[in-house]
């Protein structure tokens, strides 16, 4: 919930390559009124994504292709947001570097969980030692450790259909802290992250109750990010049933379960 003050204050995201934009429909042109395409489009690209204006060899604008489908005003604007010449930074970074690069930042969000319940902050010389140790540390167990084949089923984290957006939440009790945690994430079809929160909450007695009070926090926190439409994956049973009364009297949110 930290950046929520930056989501209501009118900020969008960056384009990125737009696959997951709707031109008309979503606030994506920075220094704009509303952040949205202001005049009307031709008919059919009320249903076109941001990703059709752009060229994916070039990583630039279809200028050409703006202007005619676009009035002057809201093509100027569209022109003058910079896209990224690489789809990903991490390309840029050798195997070695990748891995110790994405050691410290988990080291770094742990950390800033850690402060969230009230552990103090560590000072920043151990972070990169304990990244460096902990990255060494499971190069030598993967080396050691003996993976025996198995016919068990396990649960696997299933992508939403295209055009589609998954809402996966969690809480946790903490009985020590007298508090509960809640964390929810959005992440599209091609398993991109577009929204996610943590928060601190109130003492609950149950993981049960805990469970519930996250899935209301995080039906709150998408709605408030401008997610009307989402699939809801909770691991409880009871409170993804509850839901299903719920999603058939919300004028404001569509929900389908999957259990």
Same mark, same amino acid.
């Given at each position: 919930?930290?950046?929520?003050?930056?989501?209501?204050?009118?900020?969008?995201?960056?384009? #990125?390559? #737009?696959?997951?934009?709707?031109?008309?429909?979503?606030?994506?042109?920075?220094?704009?009124?509303?952040?949205?395409?202001?005049?009307?489009?031709?008919?059919? /690209?009320? !249903?076109?994504?941001?990703? &059709?204006?752009?060229?994916?060899?070039?990583?630039?604008? @279809?200028?050409?292709?703006?202007? *005619?489908?676009?009035? @002057? =005003? =809201?093509?100027?604007?569209?022109?003058?947001?910079?896209?990224?010449?690489?789809?990903?930074?991490?390309?840029?970074?050798?195997? $070695?570097?990748? /891995?110790?690069? &994405?050691?410290?930042?988990?080291?770094?969000?742990?950390?800033?969980?850690?402060?969230?319940?009230?552990?103090?902050?560590?000072?920043? #010389?151990?972070?990169?030692?304990?990244?460096? %140790?902990?990255?060494?540390?499971?190069?030598?167990?993967? !080396?050691?450790?003996?993976?025996?084949?198995?016919?068990?089923?396990? $649960?696997?984290?299933?992508?939403? +259909?295209?055009? /589609?957006?998954? $809402?996966?939440? =969690?809480?946790?009790?903490?009985?020590?802290?007298?508090?509960?945690?809640?964390?929810?994430?959005?992440?599209?079809?091609?398993?991109? &992250?577009?929204?996610?929160?943590?928060?601190?909450? +109130?003492?609950?007695?149950?993981? %049960? %109750?805990?469970?519930?009070?996250?899935?209301?926090?995080?039906?709150?926190?998408?709605?408030? *990010?401008?997610?009307?439409?989402?699939?809801?994956? #909770? =691991?409880?049973?009871? &409170?993804?049933?509850?839901?299903?009364?719920?999603?058939?009297?919300?004028?404001? $949110?569509?929900?389908?379960?999957?259990?």
């Amino acid at each position: 919930m930290v950046a929520m003050p930056i989501l209501r204050s009118g900020c969008c995201w960056k384009v #990125g390559n #737009g696959e997951d934009i709707w031109v008309k429909k979503d606030k994506w042109i920075p220094n704009y009124p509303s952040n949205k395409v202001l005049h009307q489009v031709v008919e059919e /690209e009320e !249903e076109w994504r941001v990703s &059709v204006h752009i060229d994916p060899d070039l990583h630039c604008w @279809r200028r050409e292709l703006i202007m *005619a489908s676009s009035q @002057r =005003d =809201d093509a100027a604007a569209i022109c003058k947001i910079p896209l990224s010449r690489r789809q990903c930074l991490v390309e840029r970074l050798p195997k $070695l570097e990748l /891995e110790l690069f &994405v050691t410290q930042a988990w080291i770094i969000w742990y950390q800033r969980n850690t402060m969230v319940h009230g552990v103090n902050m560590r000072e920043l #010389g151990w972070l990169n030692r304990r990244a460096a %140790e902990y990255l060494d540390e499971h190069k030598k167990a993967q !080396e050691n450790l003996m993976i025996t084949s198995t016919t068990a089923s396990r $649960l696997v984290w299933q992508a939403p +259909p295209p055009a /589609e957006y998954k $809402l996966n939440f =969690d809480a946790t009790v903490f009985p020590k802290l007298q508090c509960s945690g809640f964390g929810a994430i959005i992440r599209n079809a091609n398993e991109e &992250v577009r929204a996610g929160m943590s928060a601190k909450g +109130p003492y609950e007695d149950s993981s %049960e %109750e805990a469970e519930v009070m996250a899935c209301r926090k995080a039906i709150e926190f998408s709605l408030e *990010a401008g997610f009307a439409r989402l699939i809801i994956e #909770g =691991d409880r049973l009871n &409170v993804n049933n509850n839901l299903s009364d719920f999603a058939e009297k919300s004028p404001f $949110l569509a929900i389908y379960m999957m259990i």
